[in-house]
């Protein structure tokens, strides 16, 4: 058995490459901090500590992952906290519409997101229909919620399918949101509707992410925290074993099930697997991408330099279209190792920190707005996830994410000065905010 100190330094390397921003700012109000902490423990905690899948290829794989890990995490934690005490950039405050008025704010959030919804649940039927089936309801649906095999589509039918499903991404949350506000009917009905979007392509994470953003922002508005972490890993436990769940039901699942509770849960957030098993077939052909794949995902289609399609054809012996996956959650040290070698890994990570720590602290200024609407709190986390994220993770940019980062920058500023937004922006409450 290997040195427990190796695995305890590669755990903490782990966490805190997902949960820097939460050690840095341990505040009620960072919900997205405190809802990566039920992902840490399922993708993380339990495959190190309790099933030691960093064993699984071996001592040179496992004391490489230990030290990218946990040089990477100590970098990247560095990094937020140093970027955390950066003034905010008045380029973030500048006409944006996240400081507006209550009534203003609303009323034209409402618009936006009231447009923005219904164009993706049209996008998406007329997708179906270009599709010819719904992942769920087919005979082989993890095939056809990747889009391999017989499930391959067209161009037109693809880039549809991707582009409305991100874009649902960011109008389910502010749909809650605006329906916890107004209680508008509208609203609620849109929710229902834009969720079973993510019920019938099986994507778990969106709808997952949505309703623990929410019930996040209840639950701080009521000081239930930790409730709320209760919940988030029960959250997350249920989702890591919702295939499991569906095989004792539906007989296309049962290629799903396992036989003890961990490695059910384990298989449904295989994190710790997937880096040891890339880093042991890198290594026998390693070859330095120089940076191709920081930005190879902006070009749509499989291009052999996206990451996606990178992380799962290195070493591979069979034909990646068959394989049944998105691509590999790699993470950044991996990243910057694979791009230009060991030396990199304290630079880029340290950048991507400061990156991210800067907009955290961005979305710190807006939860000490007089009016904490959940629409206003929700737009500023959407904002700091995916545009604040995106620059942060310069080395894996996809054209995904870019089209979730234009849609919050352009649904948080204005771009015109009509009569709704001639007010003043809200003050920042002078007072301390109680964590």
Known sequence: MTDPLYSAALLLGLILLASAPLVVWPSRWNVPGLMSAGFVVIAYVIPVTLLDKQYNQGEQVFQLYTHLAAIG???????????FRLRTPVLLQRQSTILLPRQSFIRLASRRVLFLSILVLLGMGATFLLMGFIPLLEPKPMEAKFLRGAYQLDTLPNVGYRLFHELAT????????????????????LSILLATIFVLTLVRSPLGVALLLILGLFLTKKRLTPLYLSISLAVYVLGASAYYIASLFIDSYSNFQRQDLLNIVAAGAPDVADHVGFIARYLTDPVLTYGKTFWGGLIPGRYEWNPAVWSVSVGATTDINTVTSGGLRLPG???????????????????????????????????????????????????????????????????????????????????????????????????????
């Not at 960011?170 to 009905?189: E, G, K, Q, V």
Request: glycine content about 6%; some cysteine.
């Open 333 to 435: 040290p991996i990243m910057a190792y694979t791009a230009f070698g060991q030396f990199s890994v304290v630079p880029i990570m340290i950048l991507s920190g400061m990156l991210t720590g800067l907009f955290l602290n961005h979305l710190r200024q807006i939860t000490k707005t007089e009016d904490r609407s959940y629409t206003r709190l929700m737009l500023g986390m959407l904002f700091y996830l995916n545009v604040g994220l995106f620059f942060a993770t310069f080395y894996r940019l996809t054209y995904i994410d870019l089209i979730s980062c234009s849609l919050l920058i352009y649904l948080s500023y204005r771009w015109s000065c009509s009569r709704h937004c001639a007010s003043d922006a809200l003050p920042i409450s002078s007072t301390p905010l109680r964590t």
């Open 170 to 189: 960011i109008a389910l949350p502010l749909s809650l949101a605006l329906w916890a506000d107004t209680r508008r009917r509208r609203f609620a009905i």
């Open 73 to 83: 995490g100590l970098s990247y934690f560095t990094g937020v906290l140093i970027g």
